[in-house]
């Protein structure tokens, strides 16, 4: 419905010709306080299960409370912060040994490295098979595949890709031989940082290994075959896949370390919460310490990304609590362990302190210090809602330029919205952070998730401020039970 309502507005919503909202200067110095304190190095980059975490929750509890939220968890056992129990994994044990007929062959240690998802997984005696480039894996016959370690040439493109469909067709491991661009260290350091999940989700069992490319040409020309002859038969027209007469056992283990970390709950308490509920979310997290000496600033202070997003949730929730009481709960969540994956906000969804399909819209709020005051609004996650056609509505009201063009739906799995959407919980963002991409993507080529994205003086609010202006009303006309009738999906 969205993009019908487009085509008939053209790309943006004009404002009407009257005054626009007021610039809010006590808004801005208020954000201002509260992403100084954020981004301050005393809260250490606002890691999730560090000291840095206990600083940023007790801040914004205390916050909250003072402006008179109630605890949103609903679990009088976890007041206001609701436990987020994470795993952090990175490569423990690898191991490979290679037989050609039942007789050893000797391949260095340290030129394998095997991988899992999972905390162990295991292939014993499978044979390998070589697949080439593996660029059609689907179309082959998935016996061909079943209970084999499938080889695959590296080359330049798309490797993960190639690996997972080999996987999803049915391999019982992927041997990647790096032929092409990268090391079996590069590939390694890669590992180290990318590991982390909700507690409660199951672990994969997939088993993904890398050889490197002399040990690989040594093993099969115990066969009498060379990588190089491999090479050229996986590229000649009509290659299919070769079983290689050498079976393999595969071991990866995965250590795992807890983090105990937290969402920060709280709601405003509506006159007929039975009509259902809003949501404003924003994550506190950020990465903590992000940088090795010698350089000299080590901490990822995260000033844009988000002590700006939970200081416009903190003063969205601060206006909204001084206004007549709305018939809708509002609710206001910081999330955790967005960076890691968008995981506090799965975590809620996983284990909502209410019945998702009570939420009416839900509002993320992420890195919004960015555009000057004036600019215009865009919704992130536009068309994937049926939320659009009464945020039009809204910013027609409110005097807002809308921009209302696909671009902003570039960065829709980049956001907590994102996690909240797969649950079917209607969550778009609504800033004009998004209202010009240009300034947005000069952001994320510069300051984003380095040490330098700190509070500077040249810090851009007057777009924040507005958006706060604008969430607010958001609240008011989502609040309001008439306006916008609850749909039982
Ligand atoms: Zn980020």
């Known amino acids: 419905m969205g993009s019908a309502v487009a085509a008939a507005l053209l790309f943006v919503v004009p404002a009407l010709a009257a005054p626009r909202q007021k610039p809010d200067s006590a808004l801005q110095r208020d954000l201002m306080a509260h992403i100084a304190l954020l981004a301050s190095d005393d809260f250490e980059g606002r890691e999730p299960g560090t000291e840095g975490e206990a600083k940023t929750l007790r801040y914004l509890g205390k916050q909250w409370f003072d402006i008179g939220l109630l605890s949103g968890t ?65 179309a082959w016959d998935r016996n061909e595949l079943a209970g084999r370690v499938a080889v695959m ?72 075959l060379s990588l190089a002859g491999l090479r050229s038969a996986a590229a000649a027209p009509g290659f299919v896949p070769r079983v290689l007469d050498i079976s393999a056992t595969l071991e990866a283990t995965t250590r795992e370390t807890s983090i105990r970390t937290h969402n920060l709950i709280g709601k405003l308490e509506g006159k007929r919460p039975d009509t259902g509920a809003v949501l404003f979310v924003a994550h506190w997290d950020h990465f903590g310490r ?61 284990n909502p302190p209410l019945p998702l399909k009570q939420i009416v819209a839900a509002f993320n709020i992420d890195s919004i210090a960015i555009a000057p005051a004036g600019t215009p609004l865009a919704i992130v996650g536009r068309g994937m809602t049926p939320l659009d056609p009464q945020i039009i509505a809204a910013a027609r009201a409110a005097r ?25 919980v209607p969550a778009v963002m609504v800033t004009s952070a998004y209202g010009d991409i240009k300034r947005l993507e000069a952001f994320f080529d510069g300051d984003y998730h380095r040490p330098t994205d700190v509070v500077k003086p040249t810090i851009e609010l007057g777009g924040a401020a507005e958006d706060v202006q604008f969430l607010v009303t958001l609240g008011r006309w989502f609040g309001d039970s008439r306006k916008v009738p609850l749909v039982v999906k």
């Open 74 to 138: 609903n679990t009088p056992a976890h007041p206001w912060f609701a436990p987020v129990n994470l795993v952090a994994r990175e490569p423990a044990d690898s191991a490979a040994a290679f037989a050609r007929k039942g007789r050893r062959i000797y391949v260095p240690r340290a030129s394998v490295l095997m991988l899992t998802s999972g905390k162990r997984a295991l292939v014993e005696n499978a044979p390998l098979l070589f697949v080439g480039n593996a660029l059609n894996p689907d």
């Open 153 to 224: 040439l590296d080359g330049t493109h798309k490797g993960g890709e190639r690996q997972n469909a080999l996987l999803k067709a049915g391999a019982a491991a992927v041997l990647t031989v790096l032929d092409g661009g990268r090391t079996l260290d590069q590939v390694a350091a890669r590992r180290k940082r990318s590991g982390y999940a909700l507690a409660s989700e199951a672990l994969g069992g997939d088993l993904e290994g890398f050889i490197a490319a002399d040990s690989f040409d040594r093993l099969v020309a115990t066969g009498g």
């Open 290 to 350: 992000c940088a090795e000496p010698p350089a000299e600033h080590l901490i990822c202070n995260g000033a844009i990304d988000n002590a700006s997003g939970v200081a416009a949730l903190t003063e969205v929730a601060r206006r909204l609590s001084r206004m007549p009481q709305p018939d809708r709960d509002i609710y206001f969540l910081a999330t955790t362990a967005e960076e890691l994956g968008l995981l506090g906000a799965e975590a809620f969804a996983e």
């Open 400 to 424: 807002r330029q809308l921009v209302l063009t696909d671009d902003a739906n570039a960065y829709v799995k980049r956001q907590d919205g994102w996690a909240l959407l797969q649950h079917d």
